[in-house]
């Protein structure tokens, strides 16, 4: 059934939509992450419970509407809930991959969110501290290195969430406040920031939903940082709104591996991704021009007799698809820049149609300087008080 069909009104924010998912679904599986080798689940309802639970802990700490909490973190469920728990309190996400340039010192320094920053582990943690941020409250999830650590501002999330004295906030995000700011580097070395707003998000997400048929019986793989805005379009927000499971990998290095063992049936990548992964195809079929490798051409040829495409499909796509973790993929979406042609001529063999949702985006230069401090009686940061993305809805291409 479709999700969004026979609605009279729907949520206007991303932590409306968590409400919405568990009052509805509250049993249903929506959140899976890989730790220690095992499928770890969360439900829609313990979804609630914790984000619920954490917005009432940064409350605590004086967390306000306009206030930002900066995560500098790889994909991990801890990210993603305290996410939706500063927008629960009216606030702002700003979200950096530790693996790219936003996690350069200059980019780090330049963050809004300098009193409450969730920093995964130890490198990330050092990273804020080369970058002189001094923030309020530094949390973090993995604890190797930073148990013993005697900083006063450092605060392990499950004491956080622990420590919120199980009193949930009122819900105060509304859909023309920012949920999440991106930063980068511009082409002449200045910083740049987009802010997103909750119903921008909504409004492209739910066009993804509805375009792509989506449904809450979805499996998602989420093997990227969410530094970048497509994916909080196209991956975050159809999440909520639809409904479905989203997928976490133990680690960057065991993500194909996981996919494997998942077989998602919504995989949402940047073109970095999916020429990775046709890199990790080609890597496994035999050189040009051997006696193997032309039977596995003919098998893959389209135009190939009857015979030959019966063959190819159970002797070759089918297995080249189980490599990549596609057995079961029916939305393979590319967000951004659109892939090379014969990149999307390689993967439409297997039976892989990529279909491209442009990334409709505005970057403006940062028009303040770093703050020493959050701010003050709940006034919210310049990049708040206008949504910089204005973009017409999205349409798929």
Wanted: net charge positive; hydrophobic share 45%.
């Amino acid at each position: 059934m479709n999700p969004l069909a026979q609605r009279d009104s729907q949520p206007s924010s991303l932590p409306g939509w968590l409400l919405e998912q568990a009052a509805a679904r509250p049993r249903a599986v929506a959140l899976r992450h890989k730790r220690l080798g095992v499928w770890q689940e969360r439900s829609w309802d313990a979804l609630r419970v914790e984000v619920g639970a954490l917005a009432g802990a940064l409350s605590e700490r004086g967390f306000r509407p306009g206030s930002t909490l900066t995560l500098l973190s790889n994909p991990r469920p801890e990210a993603v809930l305290l996410a939706l728990a500063a927008q629960w309190l009216g606030g702002v996400a700003a979200v950096l991959d530790p693996r790219g340039e936003t996690a350069a010192p200059d980019l780090l320094a330049g963050t809004p969110g300098r009193d409450f920053v969730f920093a995964e582990g130890l490198a990330e943690v050092e990273r804020v501290r080369r970058a002189g941020l001094r923030p309020t409250f530094l949390f973090y999830v993995d604890p190797r290195g930073l148990a013993a650590d005697p900083a006063p501002e450092l605060l392990a999330y499950p004491a956080l969430l622990a420590s919120g004295g199980g009193r949930v906030p009122a819900l105060l995000a509304r859909p023309a406040a920012v949920a999440f700011v991106f930063l980068r580097r511009g082409s002449d070395g200045a910083v740049e920031e987009q802010g997103i707003a909750h119903a921008d998000l909504l409004r492209q997400g739910l066009a993804l939903v509805t375009g792509e048929g989506l449904t809450h019986r979805e499996e998602a793989f989420a093997a990227r940082a969410f530094a970048a805005s497509g994916q909080a379009r196209y991956l975050l927000a159809p999440w909520l709104a639809a409904g479905f499971c989203l997928n976490f990998p133990e680690s960057l290095e065991t993500r194909d591996i996981d996919r494997r063992e998942l077989g998602p049936t919504l995989v949402a990548g940047t073109v970095e991704t999916w020429l990775r992964l046709a890199n990790l195809v080609q890597e496994r079929l035999p050189a040009p021009g051997t006696w193997l490798r032309r039977c596995i051409d003919r098998g893959l040829d389209p135009h190939a007799d009857g015979l030959s495409r019966l063959l190819g499909h159970w002797l070759v796509r089918r297995p080249l698809r189980d490599v990549l973790g596609f057995t079961r993929t029916r939305v393979p979406l590319i967000v951004g820049e659109p892939l090379p042609e014969t990149s999307a001529q390689f993967f439409a063999t297997l039976g892989i149609v990529v279909r491209n949702w442009t990334e409709a985006a505005e970057w403006k230069a940062q028009a303040r300087s770093p703050r020493a401090a959050g701010p003050v009686d709940g006034a919210a940061p310049a990049f708040e008080r206008r949504s910089l993305s204005s973009a017409p809805d999205v349409q798929p291409v």
